[in-house]
């Protein structure tokens, strides 16, 4: 018997010895990436791109922000525009409108590397009315906004949403493809679960339409950890193995009140 303990301590040790090995990671030694964020859209002509750098696992801080770097962005249509560093790693473009059917093409030189991407503006596609459905899962009862609308028919269209709910920062949401409903009528539910809905809020909604690559991006997050920050990376449109999105979207932002909408669905 007593043999037999030895032997089952023995493994117990080597077990234990093998799964610090396993979580013994070198964070605070990784290597630091660069993150660029770039949401080109028609809301305005003010666009912003944000440079930055990761930081060591454990720091007091999310990111570093690059303040030297180059960043241009070239066009289709002819166009050369140079952002200009600002603060925070925000590198801003005043003037700049974007077009639909036009390709643009981003390009950044920063500590000695270059990035690039390049993604073509997709055209609006209108919604034919927005409201408020209800859900209820398991004894409580859930209102999302939802957008109804017709998809152009032999067009592969990509849509990404953002949402704000009374005095909240503007977040990402939700994204959606025709993949299976191309030329139909659709019915888009805002479904970010950690929202919760109330009489008489004021809720802003951004609905954009994006390209492929900005599409991945952000349904892959959404895919791997809804309603939080993403644990893994997802795939970057960017060259050079740089983190982040680069997207010129069409866009149109929805602002209303819920007691209307809601009032209609009790």
């Given at each position: 018997?007593?043999?037999?303990?030895?032997?089952?301590?023995?493994?117990?040790?080597v077990?234990?010895?093998a799964?610090?090995?396993?979580?013994?990671?070198?964070?605070?030694?990784?290597?630091?990436?660069?993150?660029?964020e770039?949401?080109?859209?028609?809301?305005?002509?003010?666009?912003?791109?944000?440079?930055?750098?990761?930081?060591?696992?454990?720091?007091?801080?999310?990111?570093?922000?690059?303040?030297?770097?180059?960043?241009v962005v070239?066009?289709?249509?002819?166009?050369?525009?140079?952002?200009?560093?600002?603060?925070?790693?925000?590198?801003?473009?005043q003037?700049?409108?974007?077009?639909?059917?036009?390709?643009?093409s981003?390009?950044?030189?920063?500590?000695?590397?270059?990035y690039?991407?390049?993604?073509?503006?997709?055209?609006?596609?209108?919604?034919?009315?927005?409201?408020?459905?209800?859900?209820?899962?398991?004894?409580?009862?859930?209102?999302?906004?939802?957008?109804?609308?017709y998809?152009?028919?032999?067009?592969?269209?990509?849509?990404?949403?953002?949402?704000?709910?009374?005095?909240?920062?503007?977040?990402?949401?939700?994204?959606?493809?025709?993949?299976?409903?191309?030329?139909?009528?659709?019915?888009?539910?805002?479904?970010?679960?950690?929202?919760?809905?109330?009489?008489?809020?004021?809720?802003?909604?951004?609905?954009?339409?994006?390209?492929?690559?900005?599409?991945?991006?952000?349904?892959?997050?959404?895919?791997?950890?809804?309603?939080?920050?993403?644990?893994?990376?997802?795939?970057?449109?960017?060259?050079?193995?740089?983190?982040?999105?680069?997207?010129v979207?069409?866009a149109?932002?929805?602002?209303?009140?819920?007691?209307?909408?809601?009032?209609?669905?009790?």
């Open positions: 018997m007593k043999k037999k303990l030895l032997i089952i301590l023995a493994l117990l040790t077990l234990f010895s799964c610090e090995k396993v979580i013994d990671l070198d964070l605070e030694n990784s290597k630091a990436s660069i993150v660029i770039g949401n080109l859209n028609d809301l305005n002509v003010d666009q912003l791109i944000r440079v930055t750098k990761t930081v060591a696992f454990g720091t007091d801080r999310k990111s570093d922000p690059i303040s030297d770097a180059s960043v070239r066009s289709s249509a002819n166009e050369e525009i140079t952002f200009v560093y600002e603060r925070d790693g925000y590198y801003r473009a003037n700049f409108q974007v077009r639909p059917g036009i390709k643009y981003l390009e950044i030189a920063a500590e000695g590397e270059y690039r991407s390049s993604v073509t503006m997709p055209s609006y596609v209108a919604i034919d009315s927005l409201g408020i459905s209800k859900e209820k899962i398991f004894t409580e009862e859930r209102y999302y906004p939802t957008f109804k609308f998809d152009p028919a032999q067009v592969i269209n990509y849509y990404l949403y953002e949402i704000a709910v009374n005095n909240s920062p503007m977040r990402f949401a939700s994204t959606y493809n025709d993949k299976f409903n191309d030329g139909k009528y659709i019915t888009h539910e805002i479904s970010d679960r950690t929202l919760d809905l109330e009489l008489d809020d004021e809720v802003r909604v951004i609905r954009y339409c994006v390209d492929a690559s900005v599409y991945k991006f952000w349904n892959e997050f959404q895919s791997a950890n809804p309603g939080g920050a993403a644990p893994g990376n997802p795939s970057s449109n960017i060259s050079n193995g740089a983190l982040g999105y680069f997207s979207a069409s149109v932002m929805y602002l209303f009140k819920t007691q209307e909408y809601m009032e209609k669905v009790e």
